[in-house]
């Protein structure tokens, strides 16, 4: 039995900030290899405008392949409703939307103020529940602003709190620029949890500074057990400054693993994608496992 | 108020692995640094053979420099007593004994069985407490032996405790090859402090899997209060296969700072630091903050 969830956001927010255009072929190859590797849930794209995000141009293309050869149903962004009528047309199991917990990144992220968002939202829910499509309510910046700098928790909370009203399928507490500290994780985590009730609630982590194992055993020790990561580390926002990549997805399999938390991954395939993730990206990963020596690092895992 | 103590490793454990060798004036440099940092305890060498670890072939020349130059009195390891006496010439504060949790590595590290090193290590406490020289204990492989692989916490708390009635002035708990997992810090961190009782205890991190901050985080809250680190994150065991650098000092002490937990160190002259030891290594150290923007990073200590 899985005891955590981790879904992987890799074909997204992986590459999204990544410069060189990468194939469809190498994004469906991405994607292949993490389903192969036990991931259930895959962030597989975004359908933002092209000319803001270039990389994610070929989004239907994408979700065309996938679906077509793969048991799974991906998660795709959505900004707005021009996305949701794009993403509507495919096979997708769930929506990622994402509010910002500062008026400031609202701004730049999306040129909308946070209730302006909120109501675009509201009607994309609708229309999502009428697709029978679900949808995670995503909170970027939730920990730190490239802008504002420290969050109120009382951001985060009234957009939980919105969120839960609304009858959303999940909430995301996103720590967009890495920006978060464990005990901050601990404090914020909880109270999320409590005001969310029976909503799921996820937590997105980057690695900036090198505290997302950290945040990540924070947020478990917190109650939360659904986790967004990035195979081999790739990732970061092109509208937040400072955002490094996200944490490696095959970094946190081995750390629940070594704490005995099961997570239902192949731990050797996982690593063989995370290889591949990192051949597409055009700076290093900041994952560190798939580094180490494979036979031994596979072994520790059954010590 | 400072509430952790940081004890900067970098001049040994941080470039004692470093295949080119440093001359003796960076190193003097790199130490003059840390002070100038704030940083109150640092160990400055070995005395350990020179034909085992050569890049340490100078550890009179380089006593001699600093302890003329500046107010502090250093920590320096020694690994028998030849050593002793090589160091007990200098103006040393406290000696850093080394025993390894596992007879495997204690015959690599030292070519002893534990109970030949426990001997030995008698013998030189008797002789610094006539020099009024104190020691710390401390217990290499802690965590996980890159030869016996896991290591049975028994282990460790029967060094510790025969430490204690030794009557040590601090016994160390070391991650030597970064396979330690916040639980299992947590675990052990907090045994060994009951059986350390009014013994200081430290614990000694690397950065190998990316799991260094967590672990900080994690022996923090068991209750431990000195933390070795590296500034930059240089660092590894040449005896130790997989070992990694150590966790980066400068991002231990963001990670307190951020905390609110206060550290009594300078943070943009520890970056400096961090910034010329990471030239002084013939690989990337491991350290992040230091990659991020300079004043933004100053800037959040502030938030």
Redesign the interface.
């Known amino acids: 039995m899985r005891e955590v969830t981790i879904i992987d956001v890799s074909p997204r927010d992986g590459l999204q900030i990544e410069p060189n255009i990468i194939s469809t072929n190498d994004k469906v190859e991405l994607i292949n290899r993490l389903v192969a590797s036990g991931i259930e849930k895959i962030e597989a794209t975004s359908f933002v405008h092209p000319a803001k995000v270039p990389q994610m141009a070929d989004a239907s293309e994408v979700l065309n392949e996938i679906v077509s050869k793969n048991d799974i149903k991906p998660v795709v962004l959505i900004p707005n409703m021009k996305g949701f009528e794009r993403a509507s047309k495919h096979q997708v199991v769930e929506l990622n939307w994402v509010t910002s917990a500062t008026e400031t990144f609202n701004k730049i992220n999306i040129n909308m103020s946070t209730e302006e968002n909120f109501e675009i939202f509201k009607s994309v829910l609708r229309e999502a529940r009428l697709a029978d499509i679900q949808v995670c309510f995503s909170i970027a910046v939730s920990f730190?602003c490239?802008y504002e700098?420290?969050v109120p928790e009382e951001n985060v909370l009234q957009l939980v709190e919105r969120a839960k009203k609304l009858g959303v399928n999940r909430i995301g507490i996103a720590d967009t620029i890495g920006?978060a500290?464990?005990?901050e994780v601990d404090r914020l985590i909880k109270k999320v949890l409590k005001v969310a009730g029976d909503r799921p609630v996820s937590v997105h982590l980057h690695?900036?500074?090198?505290?997302?194992?950290?945040n990540?055993?924070?947020a478990y020790l917190a109650g939360l057990r659904i986790f967004e990561t990035s195979v081999s580390g790739i990732g970061g926002c092109p509208f937040a400054?400072?955002s490094?990549g996200n944490l490696?997805t095959e970094?946190l399999v081995?750390?629940f693993e070594?704490?005995g938390i099961k997570t239902n991954i192949n731990f050797e395939k996982l690593l063989d994608t995370a290889d591949f993730a990192a051949k597409l990206s055009s700076k290093e990963p900041?994952?560190?496992?798939r580094?180490?020596?494979r036979e031994?690092t596979i072994?520790?895992l059954c010590?």
């Not at 690695?207 to 950290?214: H, K, L, Y």
């Not at 900041?286 to 496992?289: E, K, N, Q």
């Open positions: 730190g490239p700098g420290r920006m500290t464990p005990n690695d900036t500074r090198g505290f997302g194992a950290a990540a055993y924070a400054p400072g490094a490696a970094d081995y750390l070594r704490m900041l994952g560190r496992v580094h180490l020596d031994r072994e520790e010590l």
